[in-house]
C-alpha cells in the first residue's frame, strides 16, 4: 500500500509570506504526527493527531505555526509570516495510534518537504 | 527534562560489525525506536524495544536496558549502503499525547 505522502517536496518563499505544507497518511493510520528537522539538528516534535481527540499543539513553536486535520485523514500545516529560522524540513508521520497491539505504535514517515525561507 | 545522547559520527569498514550507542533522560518512557536515514530521504523504521534485552532483526539488533537509560544498535556484515544516519528515539506520551524524542542522529560512513 501507499505510504505517507507529502506535498510541496521543495518550497522556496520569501520572508513574510505564508506558507501550507500537505501529508496523506497512510491509509487506516489514525494517528499523525508533524516533526521538524533543522540542519545538524534532530527531529523536534511539533504537534499530534489523534482521531477526533484534541491535538496536542505542544512543539509548536510560535503563534505563526498551526495545523489542522480535517476528517481524520489528510492535514495541513501552515505558518504565517515566515522567517529565514522557519527554514527546515518538515516531516509527517503517522502511525495506527494508541490502544493497539503492539506494534502500531510505530511512526511512518513520509518523505518531507523542504522549506526554504529567503 | 528531554535528553537522548549519541555519538556524532562512526565509521567502519565493509563486512564489520559497528555498535552505536544512545543514552537518554526522558520525563516518562513508552519504548525506543532506532530509525535510518539515508541523506535527503524520510527515516526508515529499524527497530522498537519497549521491554528490556535484544531484538534481533537478521544483521540488525537493538539493546534495550531501561534501568540504565541505555540502548544500542548493532549492525552485522556492514555492507555500503548502511552509510547513513542512525537515530534514536524514544517514545514518551500519556492519555492525550504521543511523540518521539529524537537525538541528533549518529552518521555513519562504511568504507571498503
Known amino acids: 500500500g501507499a505510504g505517507v505522502s507529502q506535498s510541496p517536496s521543495n518550497k522556496v518563499t520569501e520572508k513574510g509570506k505564508d506558507v501550507e505544507l500537505r501529508c496523506d497518511p497512510i491509509?487506516?493510520?489514525?494517528?499523525l504526527y508533524w516533526y521538524r528537522q533543522s540542519l545538524g539538528q534532530g527531529l523536534e516534535f511539533l504537534i499530534y493527531?489523534?482521531?477526533?481527540?484534541?491535538?496536542?499543539k505542544s512543539g509548536l513553536p510560535s503563534d505563526r505555526f498551526s495545523a489542522e486535520r480535517t476528517g481524520g485523514s489528510v492535514s495541513t500545516l501552515t505558518i504565517q509570516r515566515t522567517q529565514q529560522e522557519d527554514s527546515a524540513v518538515y516531516l509527517c508521520?503517522?502511525?495506527?495510534?494508541?490502544?493497539?497491539?503492539?506494534?502500531?505504535?510505530?511512526?511512518?514517515f513520509g518523505p518531507g518537504t523542504r522549506l526554504l525561507v529567503l | 527534562g528531554q535528553n537522548i545522547d549519541q555519538p556524532t559520527e562512526m565509521t567502519a569498514t565493509e563486512g564489520a560489525i559497528v555498535q552505536i550507542n544512545c543514552t537518554y533522560q526522558?520525563?516518562?518512557?513508552?519504548?525506543l525506536f532506532w530509525y535510518q536515514q539515508h541523506a535527503g530521504e524520510a527515516p526508515t523504521f529499524l527497530s522498537y524495544?519497549?521491554?528490556?534485552g535484544l531484538e534481533e532483526k537478521g544483521r540488525f539488533s537493538s539493546f534495550l536496558s531501561r534501568s540504565k537509560g541505555y540502548s544500542y544498535l548493532l549492525l552485522k556484515e556492514l555492507q555500503m549502503k548502511d552509510s547513513a544516519s542512525y537515530l534514536c528515539?524514544?517514545?514518551?506520551?500519556?492519555?492525550?499525547?504521543?511523540?518521539?524524542?529524537f537525538g541528533t542522529g549518529t552518521r555513519l560512513q562504511v568504507f571498503p
Open positions: 508521520a503517522s502511525s495506527y495510534g494508541q490502544g493497539r497491539s503492539s506494534g502500531g505504535e510505530t511512526q511512518y
Open positions: 491509509s487506516g493510520h489514525t494517528a
Open positions: 493527531f489523534q482521531g477526533n481527540s484534541a491535538p496536542d
Open positions: 526522558t520525563s516518562g518512557f513508552n519504548g
Open positions: 524495544n519497549v521491554l528490556d
Open positions: 528515539a524514544v517514545r514518551v506520551g500519556s492519555y492525550n499525547t504521543d511523540k518521539l524524542i
